[in-house]
């Protein structure tokens, strides 16, 4: 129903910066949230940053401070600035979709590997 495609990973040096792109197409309501969740090694899925249409900000803890999240509706993309990254940011990026109507799950990406070098 709803396709997320992402680009933007690979690898950068530690204090670098890296862009994250995710592009929904198929099905979309007019009301809803995109943003990016993250695997880091074991670990489970958690939050990197979302952003609603009109524009409630949510940032993990771990982020907030050095990710910037922004998104253009009308191409309902999302695109994720990643600035001073750690070894620790070091994971599996999943872009993340959930239309605020009609029948409400979610929606995410294949994941893109993002690897900061140190």
């Known amino acids: 129903q709803v396709q997320l495609v992402e680009s933007g990973g690979g690898l950068v040096q530690a204090g670098g910066t890296v862009r994250l792109s995710c592009v929904a197409s198929g099905s979309i309501f007019n009301r809803n949230v995109m943003g990016w969740y993250r695997q880091v090694a074991e670990e489970e899925r958690e939050l990197v940053a979302t952003?609603?249409?009109?524009?409630?900000?949510n940032y993990g803890h771990s982020v907030s401070g050095r990710f910037i999240i922004t998104r253009d509706a009308g191409a309902n993309t999302v695109t994720l600035e990643m600035d001073s990254l750690k070894s620790e940011d070091t994971g599996l990026y999943y872009c993340y979709y959930r239309p605020l109507g009609g029948g409400i799950r979610d929606y995410w990406g294949p994941g893109t590997q993002v690897t900061v070098l140190s």
């Open positions: 952003l609603g249409e009109s524009g409630g900000l």
